[in-house]
């Protein structure tokens, strides 16, 4: 409708609120054993193609992906619409700088013009399969007492039997911490994330908690009714 | 604040409130609230704009915003009745009725943000007071400039935000007291709005609400509602309010 020329469509944004997913993915050495990268791949590239055909939603799904191994973490996929996100397969190799991740996962969620404050709130989600090779301690109370980026929705995978169950538990509390021993239940798990995450992007509240589900063998995951 | 007889020229208030098509494909009523008043006290005309959002998470949300309205109206009528008190009172007042208004309902059951606008006339000026509880935007647009209240806070996401009955602090509450002579124009939005509107464009909203002043009330509000339905935002969801506030100048 218009008044004059002035329209409401001139003065207003062009862009639906984005619903941030970050993915804080641990590709030191240790996740190229076992298939746990090949897993964690192939997991990725179906939750980003689930993202992008989720058009009907009021919120848009904005995806980054940090990776973290070597010395420091790294943005792999800038945070973007998902439909926009192509998505290379990670590589794996040296250590696992989890303090890096969570500085520059703060950093981000700190920016508001990256996640402006009409975002809904984000998601980060942290997979790792080891133990923090940096200073991890003084990022992740950063993260934790950020006026901001602590209002993330944190989740986090435990993948295998050698991931620091204890660290992941401080990230995201234990409720929302599972551990993966195999590759079906890696995929289990994004597909949880992702089946929440789209819930939340249609929902007319897109900010109820999300419980995540056992992930055992036998646990009717699969048919869980979002 | 001098009492004096006056006579208001060429005021305008109109606003209109609509469920976002979330609540609406959920089969859910509007969680906003919103209203204005006027009413006569010994110094003049005093002037009263409300909008409640009601935290959509909350199950008595509604009624929380609801509420919030009937407390702040009935708060400032109070308020407004003792010149020259301290605007605190009025907050607190506020929060005492809110809690009284939704009782027996648990009040973090109920939460909701609160924008107030009130005018008060004050010789041949205004004395204007704007309070901000969480997000929305207040904006007045006055001989003095326009000037804006609330919008959400740096550390807050949508539905993050404070308001009556979630845990905050007095200083929470953003409040904003000018005088001012003239004509004046006061607007408030539910962030169903104000998120959609950049800062920068609320001169242009004001304009286009100045538009629809000379309407007649049914036809301007008929249209009013229809745009915030057909609201232009890609996939919004939020339900939205306006209120608008135009008050002429006071003649002594």
Redesign the interface.
Known sequence: MSSGRLTLKDITVAAPRPLPVLLLLDVSGSMAEDGKLAALNTAVRDMLHAFAQEQAGGAEIHVAVLAFSGREARVHVPLKPARDVKFEALDAKGHTPLGSVLTLTTRILDNRNLVPGRAYRPTVVLVSDGVPTDEWEAPLEGLLTSPRASKAVRLALAVGEDADLKVLTRFAGEDHVRRAAEARQLRRFFRFVTMSVTARSRSATPDQVVTLPDLGADDGFDDLDL | MTSTSERLRGDRAFGASVA????V??D?ANQDAWTWTRWRTNYGTVHCAVVCDGL??RPHAREGARAGVRAAKRAARQWSRAPGAPVGLLVRLLEVLWRLEVAPLPADDCATTCLLALALPDGLEWRLILLALGDGLAAVDSPEGLRTLG??A???????TVGLGTPHHMNDWQVHDMKTSGQVRVLLLSDGIA????EH?VP??L???T??EDRPAAARGQ?LR??LR????????DDKTVVYLRIGGVEA
């Open positions: 976002g098509p979330a609540h494909a959920a859910l959509g998470s919008g959400r740096e550390e807050h996401f949508t539905n993050t998120d959609d509107v950049p464009h242009d909203l304009q286009w609400l538009g629809l249209a229809r745009a057909q609201w232009p935002v890609p996939g919004h969801s």
